[in-house]
């Protein structure tokens, strides 16, 4: 190819890149600077350290406390879960399952699950619930979103152990180290900074997720004080008083809105701050 | 006759259908230097990585025959591949330091074989730098990372890991292959100050290195054993003819 033709090349594809980073830049920032403006009048420290009193989705007194905390409880407990299970997980089908059926199997599912709507999780969850004799709670609730992390978490553990380099593996054996030593020691270690990726991305989707909590931890003013006490949400918050004909109450959404927007954020900043620290270790 | 360490009979490695070692039967001396030469793709690596039962952690490897170490077969059901691997120390072609620190790298041995004592640990991994020769320029940077040291610093690291489990026999696969002159000459001189404690097998292409390093010569041609013998007389007279070929530098 004559080089004008491959410069003109190389400079139309570099617009096309441009415009689309641009474009999911912008689109992200304008979700963004939508919820932080709309929410910002509302955004007082009651939102933050009150629950709902009476006649609050009316535009009186009171906060969103009790769906701060019934997020934070549920999406902490589903992580936790899904943090121990999807990291076995993981380590079994790239350390002892290697190249097996059942590997390809267990991620093929898992890549399905992933695109099932969470609605159908938390019907799931709600029959589950039903049959062992649950109300709706942070308990099932729990279980939802632990349902609903559990393939996104695994995926992404498991992409990253994958690359865990062979030789790796080998030195740790040549040592005389057994499977399970090498995978907790060496392959685990290796790929920390993934793993807490991981566990961000499956956080993110649970404490974001609305539907999969509706029927599961249904909905209450209070601060949850038990496992079997039903527990607010703030996707659910933002989809409640976005609900009502109220200017201030649709307000309070957006900022609880930016409530959770801040939760991940912060949370975001916490975990690359970590990986930073912790891919000191690791080797190229 | 030196007297053998490790003993195979009739050895034969198939990977995924491919015959890679060939019946092969061979003594290898007690604390010297065996060099396993041949033209690359011969099968060194593989008989290298089947004396620790190393290749069973590839998929699609089998093997057949005998391996005696102080004369037990390693082959044999039911023996403990962990106790085997810890009787031999092995060097890789590339340095493959674990992702922790220096210190860790070596205690990482002793630690999984259960030592847990903090003051026998320090003590291990300051003999093995040493005797890797790495003490004087890592004393006082133990917490570093280990990826932070230079290649030939990693590859003296590896020797150290190796040693820190008490090993018998050190196996090194083309450990300067991936190093600048200088490291590769401090790796040869570690070995062999190292072989009066180690048995050493020692895979290399590079037939000057196996004169200067081996006192006992293995040639290796498409995963057949053609001939083995004391360095001095395989390297300058040796009877077969593909051993002559080779010595001259007309198959490689």
Not at chain 2, 83 to 94: L, S
Request: proline share 5%; net charge positive.
């Amino acid at each position: 190819m004559p080089l004008d033709k491959r410069k003109l090349e190389e400079d139309f594809f570099k617009v096309l890149m441009v415009a689309s980073t641009l474009l999911v830049v912008g689109s992200l920032l304008s979700v963004f600077a939508m919820v932080i403006l709309k929410g910002a009048p509302a955004l007082t420290i009651s939102m933050l350290t009150q629950t709902p009193k009476g006649g609050y989705y009316l535009g009186k007194e009171g906060g969103v406390l009790n769906a701060i905390a019934g997020s934070l409880y549920m999406t902490s407990g589903a992580t936790a879960i899904s943090f121990v299970t999807s990291l076995l997980t993981a380590l079994y089908l790239n350390e002892y399952a290697y190249r097996s059926k059942l590997a390809s199997f267990v991620r093929q599912s898992l890549d399905i699950l992933w695109s099932v709507p969470s609605i159908i999780y938390g019907a799931f969850g709600f029959i589950i619930m039903v049959y062992l004799g649950i109300r709706a709670s942070l308990l099932g609730g729990m279980m939802a979103l632990t349902l609903l992390e559990m393939p996104i978490m695994t995926r992404a553990m498991d992409e990253v152990i994958r690359m865990v380099p062979r030789r790796l593996k080998e030195a740790s054996y040549a040592l005389g180290a057994t499977k399970l030593e090498t995978a907790f020691n060496v392959v685990a270690r290796q790929a920390l900074p993934g793993i807490l990726i991981g566990i961000l991305l499956g956080f993110g989707r649970a404490i974001g997720d609305a539907a999969s909590v509706l029927f599961t931890a249904g909905y209450t003013d209070n601060v949850p004080s038990s496992l079997f006490d039903p527990a607010a949400s703030l996707p659910l918050a933002v989809f409640f008083q976005l609900g009502t004909p109220f200017p201030e109450v649709q307000q309070r959404a957006y900022a609880s809105g930016a409530i959770l927007l801040v939760i991940v954020l912060s949370l975001s900043l916490a975990s690359r701050l970590l990986a930073k620290r912790m891919t000191k270790y690791v080797v190229r | 006759m030196l007297r053998p360490h490790i003993s195979i009979e009739k050895l034969n490695v198939f990977y995924e259908g491919h015959h890679v070692l060939k019946d092969i039967t061979l003594d290898i001396p007690e604390k010297r230097i065996t060099a396993v030469i041949g033209p690359s793709g011969c099968g060194k690596t593989s008989l290298l990585r089947s004396l620790n039962r190393l290749i069973d952690t590839v998929e699609g490897v089998k093997a057949s025959g005998k391996v005696l170490i102080d004369g037990v077969n390693i082959y044999e059901n039911g023996v403990d591949v962990t106790a085997i691997r810890k009787k031999m120390g092995f060097i890789a072609q590339t340095p493959n330091p674990l992702p922790m620190s220096i210190y860790d790298n070596i205690a990482y041995g002793p630690r999984i074989h259960g030592e847990k004592d903090r003051g026998k640990l320090d003590k291990t991994v300051e003999r093995c730098l040493q005797a890797a020769g790495l003490w004087n320029e890592v004393n006082g940077r133990l917490r570093e990372p280990a990826s932070k040291l230079s290649v030939g610093q990693q590859q003296r690291l590896c020797l150290a890991r190796a040693l820190a489990v008490d090993p018998e026999i050190l196996l090194c696969d083309e450990p300067t292959s991936a190093l600048d002159p200088l490291s590769s000459r401090h790796i040869e001189e570690q070995l062999i100050a190292l072989k009066k404690i180690y048995t050493v097998v020692f895979v290399t292409h590079i037939l000057r290195q196996a004169r200067r390093l081996a006192d006992y010569v293995v040639f290796l041609y498409f995963g057949e054993l053609i001939e083995h013998g004391p360095a001095e007389k395989v390297l300058t007279q040796p009877t077969e003819p593909r051993t002559q070929a080779y010595l001259r530098g007309e198959i490689s």
